[in-house]
C-alpha cells in the first residue's frame, strides 16, 4: 500500500485525455505536456495505449525515454498482444507499469465482452499473470466497476492481487456513481477483500454526473492512496476528474486530513494553457482553480470585501496555481532582457535563437496594441511552440466584405516552398478566407469545428481562433492569435491543414 499520508497522481491527459473527439496530438506536442508533467511532480504519466497504433506505440516509448522522475504507463486490454506490445513500447525505460483491464459489470460482459463471469476471472488471472512477466508494477482495472455486483467485484479484485497486481484502480467508467456510494465501494473492498494489504487502490472517475472529483476525494478518504486524473478534466464525453481540482481541495481543506501529493501546484496554470492550445479545448471562464473568472471578482461587496481582507472571497492564493498577479507590466518599450524575464517568471525558458523570435512577434504585436497582457504572450508562445514542418503558410490576405456583398478573401500561400495566390468568394469573409485556402491546397477535409475568442479584455485585442479539421478520420486543430480576426482565422485554418498533411503523412510511414 501507498504511505497513509500520500495521495499519488496518476496523470492519463495523454491517454483518456486524448480520446476527447478532437483532442488527438502530435508526438512533439505529448511530449511538451508529459516533460512539463514530470517537472511539476507527477508520480505516474499514463503516455497512450501501445496496441492501438503505430503512433501511440511511438509517444509512449518517446515518453518513456524523456521522463527523469515520473514512471510511464501503458495500457492494455487484458490481451496477451495489447501487454506484449505495451511492454515493448516501454522495454528501454528503467521502471514502467503496465495497465491492463477487463469489464465487470453484468451489462458489460454479457453485451461487450460475451462472456461469463467464470471466464472473466480466469481471463483477469492470465492477463495480470503475463504483466507481471514484464514488469513488478501492474496495475489492474475493473472496468464500469461502480455499476458491478459487491461480491463479484471482491472476487475479481482479490483475483487479480493474487495474480500480482500491485495497483487496484476501481473505474467509475460512465460517471454514475455518487460520492456517498463510492466511498461504500472503497471501503467495503478494505474490509472484504483478504489479500487488499498487497496493493494500492486508485479511483478513476468520469465527469458525466459533474461529480467526478466529488467522487474521487470520496475514495481517496475511503483508503484510496492513487487518483487517476487530467489537466482541464479532458476526457471523454464530459471529461474525466480534473487534476488541478483534487490537488487544491486537498490543500485548502487540510482539516480534512486528506493526504497530500508531491506535486507542485505552482504549474498548474501553465499546464491548463499548455493542454488547452495543443487541443484546442478553451478553458471555460468559470472552471474551477484554471478558470479565467476563478480569481476574478466583479460584484460590488465581494470587492469591498476583497479590498478589507483577500481571505474573505479567496480560499486560495493566485499565485499557489502560478497566476501572476502583476499582469499589465509590458509595452512596446520594453527590452529583450525585460522580455526574457517575464517570460521566466510564466515558467517559460527558451534558448537564444528562440527568444530572439518571440522577442521579435512581441514587438510586432506591441506596435499593434497599446497594452500586453500575460494572456497575449502566452498565445505568441503557443503559436511559437506550434510550428511544424509547414506544408503550407498563409503570406498575405486582404478580405473585402459588407452588408452588400459579395465577402471576398485575396489570398497569397506559399505551398512547399512555392508562392500562389486566388481570389474566392463565400457566404461571408470567412467562408470566403476557408474557399480561398481550399482552391489553393484541395483537400477533402470537413470543417468540424469554428471558435474565435478574445485573448484579453479591449477592442484591439487579439483573436484567438481554433479550428478543427477532420478527413478520412483523421482530426486536426490549429489554433491561431493576431489582432485582426480575420487573419487569425486564415492563420489557424492553415495550421489545422498543416497538422493534418503531417498526421496523414506519419500514418502512411508507419503502415509502409
Given amino acids: 500500500m501507498a504511505q497513509k499520508d500520500q495521495m499519488i497522481i496518476f496523470d492519463t491527459t495523454l491517454r483518456d485525455g486524448e480520446q476527447s473527439p478532437g483532442a488527438s496530438m502530435t508526438l512533439q506536442e505529448k511530449l511538451k505536456i508529459a516533460a512539463l508533467l514530470d517537472e511539476a511532480g507527477v508520480d505516474i504519466i499514463e503516455a497512450g495505449f501501445p496496441i492501438a497504433s503505430q503512433g501511440d506505440f511511438e509517444s509512449v516509448a518517446e515518453v518513456a525515454k524523456l521522463l527523469k522522475n515520473a514512471r510511464v504507463c501503458g495500457l492494455a486490454r487484458a490481451l496477451d498482444k495489447d501487454i506484449e506490445r505495451a511492454a515493448q513500447a516501454m522495454s528501454h525505460a528503467e521502471k514502467f507499469r503496465i495497465h491492463t483491464f477487463i469489464s465487470t459489470s453484468p451489462l458489460h460482459m454479457k453485451y461487450k465482452l460475451q462472456m461469463s463471469p467464470e471466464d472473466v476471472l480466469i481471463a483477469i488471472e492470465k492477463s495480470v499473470k503475463k504483466a507481471k512477466s514484464f514488469t513488478d508494477d501492474v496495475e489492474w482495472s475493473c472496468e464500469d466497476g461502480t455499476r458491478t455486483e459487491k461480491d463479484f467485484l471482491c472476487r475479481a479484485v482479490e483475483t487479480a492481487i493474487a495474480a500480482g497486481a500491485t495497483t487496484i484502480n476501481v473505474p467509475d467508467t460512465v460517471g454514475y456513481t455518487v460520492p456517498e456510494e463510492y466511498y461504500q465501494i472503497i471501503s467495503m473492498l478494505i474490509e472484504r477483500v483478504p489479500n487488499i494489504d498487497k496493493a494500492t487502490l486508485s479511483a478513476h472517475c468520469h465527469n458525466d454526473l459533474g461529480l467526478a472529483v466529488a467522487n474521487s476525494m470520496a475514495a481517496v478518504r475511503a483508503g484510496a492512496r492513487q487518483v487517476e486524473c487530467t489537466i482541464n478534466g479532458l476526457g471523454e464525453r464530459a471529461g474525466n476528474a480534473a487534476m488541478e481540482e483534487i490537488v487544491m481541495a486537498g490543500r485548502v481543506r487540510k482539516d480534512l486530513n486528506i493526504p497530500q501529493p508531491r506535486i507542485n501546484p505552482v504549474y498548474f496554470t501553465q499546464l491548463s494553457k499548455l493542454v488547452s492550445s495543443v487541443t484546442g479545448f478553451p478553458v471555460q471562464y468559470n472552471k474551477a482553480i484554471v478558470g479565467k473568472n476563478a480569481f476574478a471578482h466583479e460584484s460590488g461587496i465581494h470587492q469591498d470585501g476583497m ?121 461571408g469573409p470567412v467562408d470566403a478566407i476557408f474557399t480561398a485556402i481550399s482552391n489553393l491546397y484541395h483537400h477533402n477535409a470537413t470543417l468540424e469545428l469554428y471558435q474565435v475568442h478574445a485573448v484579453t479584455e479591449g477592442t484591439d485585442a487579439q483573436a484567438k481562433v481554433t479550428v478543427r479539421l477532420n478527413e478520412d478520420e483523421f482530426v486536426a486543430t490549429g489554433t491561431s492569435a493576431h489582432t485582426d480576426t480575420m487573419t487569425s482565422s486564415a492563420r489557424a485554418y492553415v495550421n489545422a491543414l498543416n497538422r493534418l498533411i503531417l498526421r496523414k503523412k506519419s500514418h502512411r510511414s508507419a503502415t509502409g
Avoid: W
Fill in 307 to 427: 479590498l478589507k481582507n483577500k481571505e474573505t472571497y479567496e480560499i486560495m492564493r493566485p499565485e499557489d496555481i502560478g497566476l501572476n498577479t502583476s499582469n499589465l507590466v509590458m509595452g512596446k518599450h520594453s527590452g529583450r532582457h525585460a522580455f526574457s524575464k517575464k517570460c521566466a517568471e510564466m515558467g517559460y525558458q527558451f534558448d537564444d535563437d528562440s527568444l530572439n523570435s518571440l522577442f521579435k512577434k512581441f514587438k510586432n504585436l506591441a506596435d499593434q496594441k497599446k497594452h500586453i497582457y500575460d494572456d497575449d504572450i502566452i498565445s505568441l508562445i503557443e503559436e511559437n511552440n506550434a510550428a511544424l514542418q509547414e506544408t503550407l503558410t498563409c503570406d498575405e490576405l486582404t478580405v473585402i466584405c459588407g452588408s452588400e456583398g459579395p465577402q471576398r478573401a485575396i489570398l497569397k500561400l506559399t505551398i512547399d516552398g512555392k508562392d500562389h495566390d486566388v481570389t474566392a468568394r463565400g457566404h
